[in-house]
């Protein structure tokens, strides 16, 4: 299974982008499935950056985007998304989706890479000052 990341791209600092995650299998339904992005900066590692519980029911940010980001899905369409707003330089990085399904939500297992069992191949997003 892979799912496919869309949105990415070049923007000015305070500029906005939507992402859209969805599964290039029209047989997997994320529906059941934990959602979360991360992303990678050049040099870095990859870390956590928003995630949304399989029910759509709790979402998670980390404190670097919080108020700024919003994740959201839609279950019907087999579709997470990312709208990020309020860009900085700093939010400069490979963005990846990821579906996973047997980590514990209330122990906090959605911020860890480990625990995702299927992954999108990552898009850019180049925010310029």
């Known amino acids: 299974v892979q799912l496919q990341a869309s949105g990415g791209g070049l923007v000015q600092a305070g500029g906005s982008l939507r992402f859209s995650c969805a599964a290039c299998?029209?047989?997997?339904?994320?529906?059941?499935?934990?959602m979360g992005w991360f992303r990678q900066a050049r040099g870095k590692e990859r870390e956590f950056v928003a995630a949304i519980k399989w029910s759509g029911g709790s979402t998670s940010y980390a404190d670097s985007v919080k108020g700024r980001l919003t994740i959201s899905r839609d279950n019907a369409r087999n579709t997470v998304y990312l709208q990020m707003n309020s860009l900085k330089p700093e939010d400069t990085a490979v963005y990846y989706c990821a579906a996973g399904s047997t980590f514990s939500w209330y122990s906090g297992g959605y911020s860890t890479p480990t625990g995702y069992d299927y992954w999108g191949q990552g898009t850019l997003v180049t925010v310029s000052s």
């Open positions: 299998e029209r047989t997997f339904s994320i529906s059941s499935y934990n």
